[in-house]
């Protein structure tokens, strides 16, 4: 199916009408720029300067939508025009249907516009001038240059102006782009990072407080539930600091509270023995001097979210905690006692897992955990060095 051609800008058929009227009232008129005794003047009639000047008209509409076209037309025309009395009008028309030719047309016909025109104002000028020995032969150069070169130029140099504008345009669009893809990125990588956070802030408490509430309820004895309430409001009472201390994140940029301290491997010692109050048999070995704070965030976590999951999933038996540094790399490692099969003693979300290899992977270190034997075994190797923190 063919393409239906472009209706001509409102403004071409402007200058089209307007050019066609004010030509024919300079004919009417009687300017014209040629005698009939001139010797260029092949058709002295009268009416002959109409013909080209209705051509030109006529090709002005198309100076937009097939600039090429119109100035081939235009050229013939103004070819005609000069065995005619001539009109000025059809020389100034054409003179703009070369100026459209450069702006509107595909850069290749304006490249080659620019140059041809320069090139046959300077033939025109130095040829003339050399085969008849007189300078004045140079002037027909400077007519070339007047209705083709300059309208040519102009176009070039208000094409390049646009190009230059739309390419800024298009790269300012490309920055405000390039920022809210940053900014969502930056939005979502938060959300991840809150959402890790409150994990694994939360869900060790909670896993506590579901495993004691089921033994308060299934056992028919009133010390055991007296115990379980001890452990379940002891670990109610610290999920709600853990919360709080959450919330002082989220709103330490408005200055509404302070900002709270943030974990560091000192507290493995009250995490650990959190997790013996909820029933757990660990032991602690911990070596770790001088340890970035990303890294002692990290590996408190890691710690923290293995240590509930061994509340949740681990046969009766001790839960080994293990820190090392070496060389420039802390190696975490929790294992617990391993039965396949076993019922879980409280729901999980199954994000725990992924949250530590998180944390491992944005320190530029390695994450594993899986059955080693009788044991259920979690080891992270996070890198000390500023390079790898980066």
Not at 238 to 248: N, P
Not at 334 to 360: C, F, I, N, Q
Request: charged share 20%; aromatic share 4%.
């Amino acid at each position: 199916m063919a393409r239906a051609l472009p209706r001509p800008h409102r403004d071409d058929l402007r200058i089209a009408v307007g050019g066609l009227l004010g030509g024919v009232l300079l004919w009417a008129l009687g300017i014209r720029p040629r005698l009939a005794t001139d010797s260029l003047v092949l058709w002295p009639a009268a009416w002959g300067p109409l013909v080209p000047l209705a051509v030109t008209a006529a090709c002005e509409p198309l100076r937009r939508i097939r600039p090429r076209i119109a100035l081939l037309a235009g050229t013939v025309a103004l070819t005609l025009d000069t065995v005619t009395l001539g009109s000025i009008v059809t020389i100034v028309l054409y003179t703009d249907l070369v100026y459209a030719a450069v702006l509107y047309g595909t850069p290749v016909s304006a490249r080659r516009i620019f140059w041809l025109t320069g090139m046959l104002t300077v033939v025109g000028g130095v040829v003339p001038a050399a085969l008849w020995r007189d300078p004045q032969g140079l002037l027909i150069g400077v007519g070339v240059g007047v209705v083709a070169f300059a309208p040519a130029s102009t176009g070039w140099v208000v094409r390049n102006h646009r190009d230059a504008a739309e390419a800024a345009r298009l790269r300012a669009e490309q920055t405000a782009l390039l920022a809210e893809m940053d900014r969502t990125q930056a939005v979502t990588a938060e959300r991840v990072r809150m959402a890790r956070e409150l994990h694994d802030m939360v869900a060790n408490h909670l896993s506590a407080i579901a495993i004691h509430s089921t033994a308060a309820l299934s056992l028919d004895d009133p010390k055991t539930s007296k115990d379980a309430l001890a452990v379940i409001r002891e670990n109610s009472v610290e999920g709600l600091a853990e919360m709080r201390r959450l919330i002082g994140i989220l709103r330490e940029r408005t200055g509404d509270l302070e900002p709270s301290a943030t974990p560091t491997l000192d507290g493995l010692g009250a995490l650990v023995a959190g997790a013996r109050a909820n029933g757990l048999d660990v032991s602690l070995d911990a070596v770790h001097d001088g340890v970035p704070a990303p890294v002692e965030l990290a590996a408190y976590r890691i710690v923290q979210e293995s240590l509930t999951n061994a509340l949740k999933h681990a046969a009766k038996g001790r839960v080994q905690v293990v820190l090392r540094r070496q060389d420039d790399t802390l190696l975490v490692r929790v294992t617990s006692p391993y039965r396949p099969g076993d019922t879980p003693r409280a729901p999980g979300s199954g994000s725990g897992l992924a949250g530590m290899r998180e944390r491992a992977a944005l320190l530029g270190g390695s994450f594993r955990a899986g059955p080693e034997g009788p044991r259920w075994a979690v080891r992270a190797a996070l890198p000390l060095t500023e390079g790898d923190l980066a």
